[in-house]
């Protein structure tokens, strides 16, 4: 089978471009390297306004209220001498933000892929691009200890930092920048927080989605 498109990471970028796909009428293969679901506990934690009208738009905030993930309307930067308080503005009549766990989000994300006619397969390697003279017109791909083919008019590299998809077409980089902290995640149940709490502008604390330990 040859596909319109073939999307490489199936997580917070790849799998909405799959399903707004998918929603035009187009056949699309959404792979992922990881099995799915699973965690992807160091990074992006917070949905701020803006990505919250969008999964409005899409149909799926409700979804992502119903696993108990609080709306963050109330902002708090400790910065030392001062403390900055407010909320920021809403946007598209959205004023809250949220903090669901990943492994909860990109779930979400993806089912919604799959209901819209995606095919998703998780645990796949991507070892190469199939190419027509300059053109990449396919993957090829590892799973379970097979090797397989797929075409595709386009193929979408949504496969995060270090992606393998940038790395084979041989993307050059730009406006790298050293890292300048370190960042560490904790998850914990029933804490008393009032809303966003940053340090030196750094998020140390939120309401990370359904009350759970880690």
């Not at 920021?88 to 004023?95: A, H, L, W």
């Not at 991507?126 to 990449?136: A, D, I, K, Q």
């Not at 993957?139 to 193929?155: C, K, N």
């Not at 998850?187 to 008393?192: A, G, I, V």
Request: glycine letters at 10%; one cysteine or more.
């Amino acid at each position: 089978m040859s596909y319109d498109a073939i999307v490489v990471g199936a997580r917070c970028a790849g799998a909405p471009t799959a399903l707004l796909l998918a929603r035009r009428g187009y056949a699309v293969l959404l792979l992922d390297a990881d099995p799915l679901p699973s965690d992807m506990p160091m990074s992006t934690h917070l949905i701020w306004q803006s990505g919250a009208a969008r999964l409005h738009r899409w149909g799926l905030l409700d979804r992502v209220t119903e696993t108990n993930c609080p709306p963050i309307r109330r902002c708090e930067i400790d910065l030392g001498p001062i403390t900055l308080v407010g909320e920021p503005p809403g946007k598209d009549g959205i004023f809250a933000a949220y903090s669901p766990r990943r492994v909860i989000l990109d779930k979400i994300l993806a089912d919604a892929a799959v209901a819209a006619g995606v095919e998703m397969r998780g645990a796949v390697t991507v070892t190469g691009l199939l190419r027509e003279g300059e053109s990449v017109v396919g993957i090829q791909g590892t799973a379970d200890g097979a090797t397989y083919e797929e075409h595709a008019r386009i193929t979408i590299g949504a496969d995060g930092r270090n992606s393998r998809v940038a790395s084979l077409v041989g993307a050059p980089s730009y406006n790298d920048i050293p890292p300048l902290q370190g960042t560490y995640f904790g998850y914990w149940k029933d804490l008393p927080v009032s809303g966003l709490n940053c340090t030196s502008a750094s998020v140390v604390a939120s309401m990370l989605g359904p009350p759970t330990t880690r």
